[in-house]
């Protein structure tokens, strides 16, 4: 038993190290954590719109820190705290925006070389307003795009939306590339102006069926409304009923439950006796077959008086005796008169 059990101990400690292991890993992936030596530095902006505690930090592209925390300034400013690896080297030089990581307006804390000193940027040091620039206003830019959005589809929504924002942050090719992409979408709208007419044309004729309809519309209307005023009229024997269909389910609940030991118990008994006569078949079904029989002749019986008249012709007990035999043993008995055997 000692060694069941102390098998049992190692192979349960060792299930908890590895799902501890486990969770841990799951925790250092979601929760982005970061376990080697950083150091912290601070960028002012203008406008830190939608930047969050948490954000990443990277340096083309590779991700080197966080944003720690944000402070508004008495100049209306916002000094921002960012962490970096031991290994990145900040100059005076550098230059700090912050860029958009995707479509869904999350943000993200870019550096990158700049026009400067390329003397070492101190620990704790910060980077002034003059060389950081703030996010691209993004609802502005495709607010102005909005009438080319409506005619397009989701794919070639976010196309043009990702060439936009990579123009204007100053990551893609060119803006001309922009152009030549909302010139492909407008001539695809051109290519399928018949489709789009159909489609015009279908929506006449439905309105047209509608419109054909109104009277059979605005009685179905009138029903529901009418429908609609007949219950709230009757809110309160709806709601009498509801709490009652509830008082009695309720008690229902509450009859099962009180009902449940005897009801088990006459399962149980129901069970045994069906063993039992299913043990002796025959015997039930002869009692069975000839007990119309014996009851038609106690009916005759019982014609004299509320009494029965019964003669003794044989006394005999059946007791068990060795291995279970029986053993009948007569007491008395007489063959004469109405026991004479026939």
Known sequence: ????????????????????????????????????????????FTNVSSLKN??????????????????LQPDTTVRVEFTADDSVVLTQGNRASIRYN????????ALEEGAGS????????TIPATRTSPALD????????????????????????????????????????VLSQTAVFTSTLADRDQLIGQVITNLNVLLGTLGDQGGKLGKAVDSLAQLIHGLSERKVDISNSVAYSNAASRSVADLLS??????QKVVHETDRTAALVMADHDYVDNVLATMPDDYRALSRL??????????????????????????????AGQSSGRCTPK
């Not at 009180?258 to 009801?263: D, F, S, V, Y």
């Not at 008086?305 to 279970?324: H, P």
């Open 258 to 263: 009180a009902a449940r030991q005897p009801l």
């Open 54 to 71: 948490g954000d990443f930090v990277r340096i083309a592209g590779v991700e080197v820190g966080k944003v720690k925390s944000m402070t």
């Open 118 to 125: 390329p003397a070492k940027l101190l620990v704790g040091g």
């Open 102 to 109: 995707n479509l869904i307006g999350d943000r993200y804390l």
């Open 302 to 331: 019982g014609l004299y008086g509320d009494y029965f008249s019964f003669y003794l012709c044989d006394l005999i007990l059946k007791v068990n005796g060795k291995g279970g035999q029986p053993v009948y043993i007569k007491v």
């Open 1 to 44: 038993m000692r060694d069941n059990l102390a098998g049992a101990v190692l192979r349960l400690a060792v299930f908890v190290a590895v799902c501890l292991m486990a969770f841990f890993a799951l925790l250092a992936v979601f929760a982005q954590l970061r376990f080697g030596k950083e150091r912290s530095y601070n960028a002012i």
């Open 138 to 177: 993004l609802d502005a830019l495709v607010g102005g795009f909005r009438p080319l959005f409506q005619a397009l589809n989701p794919d070639q929504i976010n196309a043009l939306s990702g060439q936009l924002i990579q123009a204007f942050q100053g990551e893609g090719a060119t803006i001309g590339s």
